[in-house]
């Protein structure tokens, strides 16, 4: 095995099989099939066959995926059209009706979405834990839970889940373990290595890296794979050419971008927390983070997320100042999503306020006076200017 960069670079180059050092687009739907019937059968009923017909696979959707389990050490991994794509498909290919899955308060608000408003129509049961607390996923269990799923750290407040406990808990009980690993990215985190069965992405977000595309993966055993790829045919969400060529190109540089953003969100996170305006800076390679010492355990770097809280004497006016802070800054672009080049910041609570009800606001930590930040790799000094002169006279707004 090479090392992780090398790999990034060079891994699943055998699917390329023209002369281009570049692995070509290959915008096409349908391919050139052996003549010989028999061959023709066995190439339509192989798995993830990558020159067949575009829903059943493509050449470097193969080479993307390769890349990618590598990366989560998974046997295998499956690309799709988005990460809800990915996260959908993946958690359809373990339950049916009757089953139970134990989740989070704080999820990606459409995952939630599927838990809530999907699987339970269709008749699987839903208990929902704190994720600060170990023995609630534990308590949550039943004797028809088929999956414990986790996302850490998790959307937008940056809370963590245990990732040793889950996968000890699961191996234990033989209950399938799954994680959203979008925050992290896998040059911070391989949930794996705690014993964690699925990992899930979404690919829109580090793995690509540049904002200019959407997709999603799922990564595990190869056998588990394979029957994804078959929910994958029929719900039939798959990964356009042009979408994973970009994603390819996208990837060679993950480890560089992740370790540059790493390292402007922890100098942007510091020196954040010095600013008596901000009432709280949520950055795990903080050590005031409530779960420091777990970040420590099972991050290698700190993601470039920071969520923060503007102060105020009530929430309407840290509302008001969080508002001031999103118009007054210049290269923190006001946008959803994550994990691009670009530093990018939400207002959270207007974000999923149409989504969340009253309740699951307040399960997720979400307050009027949040920004949840997606640091770059601009320069640290203008990114800390940036701040600078967006927070000065904050502390007189009203
Ligand atoms: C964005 C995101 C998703 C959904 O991914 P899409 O590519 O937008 O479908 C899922 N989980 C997390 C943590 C995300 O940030």
Known sequence: M?????SLIHEGKQFNDSKAVVTPIFQTSTYLADTDLAAYISAATATKHPTFYHRHGNPTNSQVAEIIAGLEKTEDALLLATGMAAI????????????HIVAQHAHYS????????FLVEYGIELTQVDQKDNEAFERALQPNTKLIYVETPSNPNLDLTDLAFIGQLGKRLGITTMADNTFASPINQTPHDFGIDVIVHSATKYLGGHSDLTAGVVCGTAAY??????????????LSPF???LLLRGIKTLALRVRQINENALQLARWLDTKEVLRNVAYIGLPTHKQYQLAKQQLRGFTGMICLELAGDNEDQAYRRAQAVLSKLQIFINAASLGGVESLIVHPASMWGTHHDADQKKNSGITKGMLRISVGIEHIDD???DFEQALSGIASVE
């Open 2 to 6: 090479v090392k992780l960069e090398t």
């Open 110 to 117: 459409g995952t939630t979405l599927f838990f809530k408003e």
């Open 88 to 99: 959908s498909t993946a958690i359809l290919a373990i339950v049916q009706a009757g089953d």
């Open 243 to 245: 979408d994973s060529w």
């Open 225 to 238: 794979i394979e029957k994804v790829w078959r929910r994958s045919l029929v719900l039939g969400a798959s």
């Open 383 to 385: 990114l800390i200017a």
